[in-house]
């Protein structure tokens, strides 16, 4: 393989480790996330790398009581600071809120994936779309590793769609809401950081997020949880298509033999 194309297989695994630590450390803490956030360690040459360095230090030593406490506070049905797309800026602009919900949920669906049913969340939820840029990154490294140039263009296209269309939008007014919160250290440096990644993401992929959200949640009452038609019914087995179980390190990043482990917050792997 080139070198030039290992150090850019290398690089997006890094990346997809990134989305993959600002994930779990989004989601309804368990006795595993202090571990998961240490996955940020791969993304400290990135430009962003400054703001995930801060997360990791913020979440050293936090008791796992205090932590459940804050991510209720922050993210519970009362919260102020919503971590879901739809409940920022034009949350109505088409079709409505259950046309973007089934976009969101149609582009996981392509790619195999689907909402576990034992969270009850919604396909906007800022872990889930984490997890999505976290696979589709993965699937591209693979892509390339296996020189399929037609599977990376597809894969690298859906994810600078996902990111004009969806998360790009409105990752940095979810940051500032969290922030306004006054917010512990450990979430606000997470939410900081996903906009920096986030953003950092559309500048690598030249991508122009379409009519960023506002800052402010949306007024209007937020359902607990909206069924979406797109996520119900069966679905393909989970797992990124296509991609065959790699055993390898890549400039010392290892590429995992079953990276479903990785991305199991709030998807049915």
Known sequence: MPHNDEKTITNLLKRASVAC?????????DQSTHGAVLALQQGADLPEGASLRRVIDAWAGVPHEVLIDEHTRLFGPATKCP?????????????????????????????GLKLSEKNHERPDHIVAQLEFIGALLMQLAWALADGKTESADITRDALSQFLEQHTGRWAKAFAAAVNEADAHPAYASAAQAVAYFVLGECARGLVTPQTPADNKPCEETEPDCMACPMAEGPAPECGVPAAKPVKKTVDGVEVPDNPKNDLAALFGF
């Open 21 to 29: 630590g600002l994930a779990r450390a989004l989601a309804a803490p």
């Open 83 to 111: 971590p879901w797309e739809t409940a920022y800026g034009d949350a109505k602009r088409f079709g409505g809120r259950t046309y973007e919900l089934a976009d969101v949920a149609g582009m996981y669906r392509a790619f």
